[in-house]
């Protein structure tokens, strides 16, 4: 009977090709040349030719049409089509389709039978449609349309607009809507209440010979081995034929029942196929059956029906490996990769054969690369090949977890060998599509993505990858059009929310970023792995990022510690950014390479999402105008990352400063010299290294001389800075990771003086600093465990020599300090418990010798002080009512390491730990209570209550130990992107802690707030309370402490990365010393800044000016301009 119904197709086919051609021919355009589309895929049969009147022959994969060429396909099969326009169409069996034109905006087809789906990018009216009944006018959407042997024609809308028409009337068609056409009469349309049913032929997989190892067996005999002959050869009919012949003769054959259902699905017969199945099954139990059912309904979107019907033959054959297989694929999807994981080492445990063998390890590869244990996926994918060397697909998943290791001429080897064997592989074709896009060629990288995708549309990865490809293009639309692609494809999934977001506030659209990172926020229980993502210096890949990039810094925060993991560096880099604090900054700058030591080549230019393989050179020029010097500054750097031989990213740069002094006598004059580089390679996918070294001369003098301690400069005062760092960090798996850190800074400083009666005298300073730093982490579930030791040492030194007598001083000071973290998140709750074993020695002498002896002249002064090793907890705990809204509270008991930084947490949950208000050595005891609170999508409030105790470390004396210079020269932050953001300082305290304890009271609260799409408000407001309780200047307010500080800032962005901002800082009245004898009165403070890119981003600019409004000093300008090629 069936086989009757395809004669009668095929002659209808022909009528209506005749009648279409009669009543509406198809004119080819005169200067239509080059080629109108490629054959993508063919399952089954097809045919082509060139015009009308030429015979038709057969088609072939990867056949290119030209204009005015015909395609049709036969029974049982289908085809996909990627037209010159980018138009992706699939062709159902029997269905003839003529490319009339396919020039940019003028593409023309007529469908004269059958059935297509098709996905049109093309700007408006860029596309039309001919049938039998009427002409169709497609405005950039999702489509199907079916001509039936009648001529009748069904147009149906899932995204867009479609315009449909004939010389009866004319529809506008719109998502969810359906027009029908009877030839003769008007168009007349109707709303679907689910129109993805008509396109779940599209989403069903098709027949693939590797697939069906039974027929493809060289042991194969009678009508299995014609079966398979048959379908290696594309002959589905006679497939179709065999396999119900050996039904009618073996209604129980299991093989002839699958391959039937099979056919049906080639024929669109979805819920045939599923109820055949359904009927093996009952019937047989047999697990293929029973897999490859609940795989259709998912094709058919009903995934409930399907978990529902895996866990119920589960129940009764719970070891089958089909169904494990099934199972595990539905986990996958869910976004529970534990239990995916789980489950694909259980059909592991079960695999007969190496045909399943492969299968599974194919699937541990894929749910292992998602979860982003890059080692153990692409061990289990090599093995897999190994297993099943025929099969293109396993071929190609290897190939793409080669790719995303970055080992990329590997990669390339293994898709030109998987399109070799399947030339419509999918999975080949993304990844080939990502292997371009990670080696520059977005526009090759697009090419291959859509063949792909229209051959697999629910390849969510796929669909990422594209947006990302069509973004770099500057076709915005279509990104996110793919983004909505891949989020329908995986719509727990948080990541194509969350590069929507990065490419959203890149291209300037600041409110639909910030709602695009919401919903990712929403999903993020939902997470596979953030390592796909790339991250920069500045965090551009958190979720935080378009939040603080619109000043809505409060907000921004809240998203960021909500989100925060301590594997992946997007989270280090961004919060290394919210911090006031340099120690804090730094920590989190060094925790952040560490984590991905490849950062270090991500680029000034472009947002960066995937890693990319190229390099850019950078130069920079500032100027700034002080009311007491003029500064210039000049840099040249060149940043990129390469993977041949093995991934290596670097950042490189020299740069220069000059300030010439204004106004009063005995202003400094200085100029500076300074190199550094960083360095980040992965010679495995477990083990990454990274070095950082920066080296700087400067040269410092007083133009005529000044009085330096009753000394009189002579010379130039040289001071030389060099600091190394070497670290690596060790991947064990996705959950676990440990680092490991050395670094060393040496700061000299030498002058010559004459000091009058003693006459001259040589100054020599010469700091060191060395630090050896281990951290732990492994997430186990819902807990967190992380542990660490770190020992670092200061040694300072300075001498001053005569001709006979040296008068030196030295300080060494030594900590170290072992610590073990845990964490637990458990539904809103989360709670974070920390021990920390601090100890600190200081030792001090001073003494005065004979220079050529070095015999004491007097008794050498020593003295000590120190912090004994105790223990020091920290203890928060948290409540999540909803995605930015939050209560935490925490108490901290920290000291601040004599180093640059840390690699233990500087927070506690959201709460900081404020090393703005210490020094080195400082301990501190705080108690913190924060809310943030989400009003709605455009308002955000937060509060905090905090008091804490501050003591700096002293000597026997009472002296206090002042900052040292050896620490505070870490340049690793200048190793980044200089990217202006419009990032707003949540702490405006600008004093300078030094006092011996003290405590200090502090409630803080702001409002942030989105006022239109483009321009954003921060008002904040602190009380402070401080008072000294040390043992000089015991009740005394702390020095730089204002009781009221005020802060508004308002932001307007004016698309892509520019912005102006304006600030205002009220302070009250508050002490500069300890000794509270100077005070600094009360007043406003503005702050104006304007950034903008142009010419295609290759140029920046960014100026601007800030000063007191009372005009107590004049402002300060500043202007930077940045190239980039």
Known sequence: MRHKLGILVAVAMCCAGSALAQGAPCEIAADATGVAAEIVALTGQGETRARQAEAWSAARLAQSLNPGADLRTLALSSAALLLADHTQIRMAANALVRLCDARPGQTRLELAAGRLWARTKGQPAGLQLQTPAALAAVRGTDWDVEVDAQGRTTLTVLSGLIEVSNVHGRVDVGPAEQATVVPGQAPVKRVLVNPRERVQWVMAPGLVASRWPQLMSPDAAGWVAQAGAALREGRLQELQQLAAAQVRKAPADALAQRLLAETEVQSGELEAAQQRLMALWQTQQDAEAAARRAQLLQAQDRTDDAERFIAQARAQVPEAFALLMADA?????????????????????????????????????????????????????????????????????????????????????????????????????????????????????????????????????????????????????????????????????PMPWQIESILRNDAGQAEEAIAAARQALLRLPYLKSLDPLVSDSRGSANLGKALADFGLEHWARAYAQQSYYPLWAGSHFFMANRYESSYARDSELHQGYLADPLAFGASERWVPVLPQEGSEWIAGASAEHQPRRDTGALDVGHRGLTTTPVPLAWRVGVEALDFHPRGDFGTTRMNSGAGRIGLGIKPTDRLSLLLMHDEERTRDWIPGGAVLDNGEVMGVNRQPFSRTDVGGSWRWSADAQTWLQWSRARLGNRFFADDGPVRSYNYRQADGHQAWMLRHTVQQGAMRWSGGWEWASVDLGASRSYSLVTASERTRLRYDMPWLAWEIHEGPWSGSVMASWPRLDMDYRYRQFLGSTGEDLTDPYDDAGSHRRRLRPRVGVSYRFAPGRAVHAAYIESMYSPASHTLAPVAVGAIPIDYQYQMPGSLVRKLAVQLDWEIDARSFAWLSISRQRIANPLFGDGSLLYPMGVLIGDKVGSLGPLIQ?????????????????????????????????????????????????????????????????????????????????????????????????????????????????????????????????????????????????
């Open 329 to 493: 694929d539905a986990r996958r999807l869910a976004g529970d990769g534990a239990q995916a994981l789980a489950l694909y080492r259980q059909a592991l445990a079960h695999a007969q054969g190496v045909h399943q063998h492969a299968d599974a390890l194919a699937g541990l590869g894929r749910v292992l690369l998602e979860r982003g244990d890059m080692a153990q996926a692409r061990s289990a994918l090599e093995q897999a090949v190994e297993d099943a060397p025929q099969d293109a697909e396993i071929r190609a998943r290897a190939a793409t977890a080669d790719t995303q290791a970055l080992h990329l001429a590997q990669a390339q080897q293994g898709f030109a060998a998987a399109l070799a064997q399947s030339g419509d592989d999918f999975v080949a074709l993304a990844g080939d599509g990502l292997l371009l896009l990670q080696r520059g060629q977005p526009q090759q990288a697009r090419e291959q993505l859509l063949k792909a995708l229209v051959i697999e549309p629910r390849y969510a990865q796929a669909q990422v990858w594209l947006a990302v490809a069509e973004y770099r293009l500057g076709n915005p639309g279509a990104a996110f059009d793919a983004l909505a692609r891949a989020r329908q494809a995986d719509p727990n999934d």
């Open 981 to 1125: 953001g419009a990032e707003t300082a949540t702490d405006a305290y600008n004093g300078d802690p030094q006092f011996d304890r003290g405590t200090l009271r502090q409630v803080a609260a702001a409002y942030n707030r989105v006022l239109t799409p483009w321009w954003s408000m921060l008002a904040g407001y602190t009380w402070s309370q401080s008072r000294n309780t040390g043992e000089f200047f015991r009740g005394n307010a702390l020095p730089g402490f204002p009781r009221h500080t005020g802060v508004l800032v308002n932001v307007w962005k004016h698309g892509g990365r520019d912005y102006t901002l304006m600030s205002l800082v009220y302070r009250s009245t508050r002490f500069t010393r300890a000794s509270n004898l100077t005070v600094q009165p009360a007043g406003w403070t503005l702050g104006l800044a304007h950034s903008m890119d142009f010419s295609d981003r290759h140029w920046s600019l960014i100026g601007s000016v800030q000063g007191p409004l009372d005009g107590r000093e004049p402002p300060t300008f500043w202007l930077r301009l940045r190239w980039r090629g």
